[in-house]
T-cell receptor, first 112, second 109 residues
Framework: SQTIHQWPATLVQPVGSPLSLECTVEGTSNPNLYWYRQAAGRGLQLLFYSVGIGQISSEVPQNLSASRPQDRQFILSSKKLLLSDSGFYLC???????????FGSGTRLTVV | SQQGEEDPQALSIQEGENATMNCSYKTSINNLQWYRQNSGRGLVHLILIRSNEREKHSGRLRVTLDTSKKSSSLLITASRAADTASYFCATDPNTPLVFGKGTRLSVIA
């Protein structure tokens, strides 16, 4: 069966520090991968998506970046965090013909 | 990009009552999906309705779609305390999905 792993679950980082969030999918190949951010009490904002290794599309210009070094691995990074980067980060995947997205359990990032 | 908008923003009902949430969107879609999010967790896919469908059922869930009005509704019948969560609609004009801000449902036992 397919599973999605996202870590860490919670993270407290100082302003200006780097960030690396990892997401991996098991049990499937060639997934579409997505990073969303959810501010407190708000909807989901699409940050990046990828349809294949090394293929990254950015929806919102900001100090975050994403990479897909392997087929089932999606990494969200920042060189210097801002206070406004705080939020709940969600990774998701789907495939052509699949029945909706499968989400990870999320990472709660607090920048202090 | 277009965004689904859920209404109401918050809904509080007694256990056993029905809960209805609405979603409106702006442009043509391929399908519309509903998701549930328990507090502090990831979203869980509930149901997908295609643009050529008008109604779909799954257990206690009933979804309707009116493409002429660009709107959808999610009905949860005989609600339970465990249904307490935020519910999001997501539209698929082309991938990726665009989510609304959600309806926060509280079911009081």
């Amino acid at each position: 069966s397919q599973t999605i792993h996202q870590w860490p679950a919670t993270l407290v980082q100082p302003v200006g520090s780097p960030l690396s969030l990892e997401c991996t999918v098991e049990g499937t190949s060639n997934p579409n991968l997505y990073w969303y951010r959810q501010a407190a009490g708000r909807g989901l904002q699409l940050l990046f998506y990828s349809v294949g290794i090394g293929q990254i599309s950015s929806e919102v210009p900001q100090n975050l970046s994403a990479s897909r070094p392997q087929d089932r691995q999606f990494i969200l990074s920042s060189k210097k965090l801002l206070l406004s980067d705080s939020g709940f980060y969600l990774c998701a995947w789907d495939r052509q013909g699949s029945y909706g997205y499968t989400f990870g359990s999320g990472t709660r990032l607090t920048v202090v | 990009s277009q965004q689904g908008e859920e209404d109401p923003q918050a809904l509080s009902i007694q256990e056993g009552e029905n809960a209805t949430m609405n979603c409106s969107y702006k442009t043509s879609i391929n399908n519309l999906q509903w998701y549930r999010q328990n507090s502090g967790r990831g979203l869980v896919h509930l149901i997908l309705i295609r643009s050529n469908e008008r109604e779909k059922h799954s257990g206690r869930l009933r979804v309707t779609l009116d493409t002429s009005k660009k709107s959808s509704s999610l009905l949860i019948t005989a609600s339970r305390a465990a249904d307490t969560a935020s519910y999001f609609c997501a539209t698929d004009p082309n991938t990726p999905l665009v989510f609304g801000k959600g309806t926060r449902l509280s079911v009081i036992a």
